[in-house]
């Protein structure tokens, strides 16, 4: 499936650069459980997919650089030493924020020219953005023999999304996009910043996924103000995140927060035992136990943590009516995006045709579903 837009971006380099180009495929990732909580140093449980971003990259020697979205047909040139931000919402400023934070790290890196194109919906909340990042910077440590760690790249990758994309992300997406294991699952403790895969085998169950194809406005202010106050509950709580936290702690402090904050620091302190809880149950093969917990990471999500929207809960609702859908909720940051679906492999069809057809009615305007495979990280394709 990505074999084409691998081709593809490999067809426009030589024709645009009359170059033999490096071939960088980078993943987007789906998340079983563990919303919100990767910057509150929680667990998460997301995996690699086989959609995401294809990027030819080889050196310049026209002085300049060149970088271009096949998607949106759209070049940008710009200069190694005169780089700064874009106006906001630039598809540049995943490329320029990369290669920014690789100069913060005093490496050197010469002109480049990039041609790179994705085969996941922006919006989706499949984390396109931190599968271009890791692109570009899996790339430029190719080719100008950076030496980077892989945990290095995620974090420059971090730190582009950061502070030329203005979204104070977490660690998940980067993780998940460059250490994906085919077939697996990552448990990812955001404190250490290290993984445990699970084979993720649900024999007569799969997963499946429906994109509302609707992304709200101000969801990056949303999602940096929900950052802001987790951490403010967890100055007052004096810890570093709300990882450290419990229950009972919070409940101490009820009367110093609002009512509103203080059920989104219990939401995460919830999620994050769901999370491990869910880790639990795949192990044990208990796909009701593992349903039920991602049905109730909505409900956090939607009423708890306030980052739902119509569209997500009505798919959300569609499922809980289906018996054969063991657990459904909203993935990634929110405001838009796509479901994620535990549901039986013999009615997943089914399911797909009445939601899409409830969904149209509803909103007049169509969802899609889609079918992942579980696959490897940030790779050379050779
Ligand atoms: C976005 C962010 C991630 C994570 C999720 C919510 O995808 O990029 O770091 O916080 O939202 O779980």
């Known amino acids: 499936m990505s074999a084409a837009i691998i081709k593809e971006v490999k067809t426009a380099f030589i024709q645009k650069f009359k170059k033999e180009p490096l071939l960088v495929f980078s993943p987007g990732r789906i998340n079983i459980i563990g919303e919100h909580t990767d910057y509150n140093g929680g667990f998460v449980f997301p995996a690699a997919v086989d959609k995401g971003i294809a990027a030819a990259v080889e050196k310049s020697n026209t002085g300049s650089c060149t970088a271009i979205a096949l998607n949106l047909d759209s070049t940008v040139e710009f200069e190694l030493d005169k780089?700064?931000?874009?106006?906001?919402?630039?598809?540049?400023?995943?490329?320029?924020?990369?290669?920014?934070?690789?100069?913060?790290?005093n490496k050197i890196i010469g002109d480049f020219n990039i041609i790179f194109k994705g085969n996941i919906p922006g919006g989706a909340g499949m984390s396109s953005s931190a599968?271009?990042?890791?692109?570009?910077?899996?790339?430029?440590?190719?080719?100008?023999?950076?030496?980077?760690?892989?945990?290095?790249m995620i974090l420059i990758s971090q730190k582009?999304?950061?502070?030329?994309?203005?979204?104070?992300?977490?660690?998940?997406?980067?993780?998940?996009?460059?250490?994906?294991?085919?077939?697996?699952?990552?448990?990812?403790?955001?404190?250490?910043?290290?993984a445990i895969p699970f084979e993720i085998d649900f024999k007569d169950h799969e997963l499946m996924l429906i994109n509302t194809n609707v992304k709200h406005s101000l969801s990056d202010s949303a999602y940096n103000d929900r950052r802001s106050a987790c951490e403010s509950i967890a100055e007052l709580l004096n810890i570093e995140?709300?990882?450290?936290?419990?229950?009972?702690?919070?409940?101490?402090?009820i009367d110093k927060v609002t009512p509103e904050n203080y059920q989104k620091g219990l939401y995460v302190i919830q999620e994050i035992e769901r999370t491990q809880k869910a880790a639990k149950a795949i192990?044990?093969?208990?796909?009701?136990?593992?349903?039920?917990?991602?049905?109730?990471?909505?409900?956090?999500?939607?009423?708890?943590?306030?980052?739902?929207?119509?569209e997500l809960d009505f798919l959300v609702d569609q499922?809980?009516?289906?018996?054969?859908?063991?657990?459904?909720?909203?993935?990634?940051?929110?405001?838009?995006?796509?479901?994620?679906?535990?549901?039986?492999?013999?009615?997943?069809?089914?399911?797909?045709?009445?939601?899409?057809?409830?969904?149209k009615n509803k909103f007049n305007t169509p969802c899609s579903v889609y079918f992942v495979a579980l696959s490897e990280g940030t790779h050379l394709v050779k």
């Open 83 to 105: 780089l700064r931000p874009s106006k906001e919402g630039s598809w540049e400023n995943y490329v320029f924020g990369v290669v920014a934070e690789i100069q913060n790290r």
């Open 241 to 253: 995140t709300l990882r450290e936290a419990t229950e009972e702690d919070l409940e101490g402090i």
């Open 319 to 359: 499922a809980k009516k289906n018996k054969h859908v063991l657990g459904a909720r909203m993935m990634g940051g929110g405001f838009g995006g796509c479901t994620i679906n535990l549901i039986a492999k013999s009615e997943s069809k089914a399911f797909a045709d009445s939601a899409s057809k409830a969904y």
């Open 283 to 310: 192990k044990e093969n208990d796909l009701e136990k593992l349903g039920a917990l991602i049905y109730s990471s909505h409900n956090g999500l939607q009423h708890q943590y306030k980052v739902s929207c119509d």
């Open 131 to 152: 599968a271009l990042e890791n692109s570009v910077v899996f790339g430029l440590n190719e080719l100008f023999n950076l030496g980077l760690t892989k945990t290095e």
């Open 160 to 194: 582009a999304e950061h502070n030329y994309v203005g979204v104070k992300c977490g660690i998940m997406d980067q993780y998940a996009s460059m250490f994906g294991v085919k077939n697996n699952a990552l448990l990812l403790d955001c404190k250490t910043i290290e």
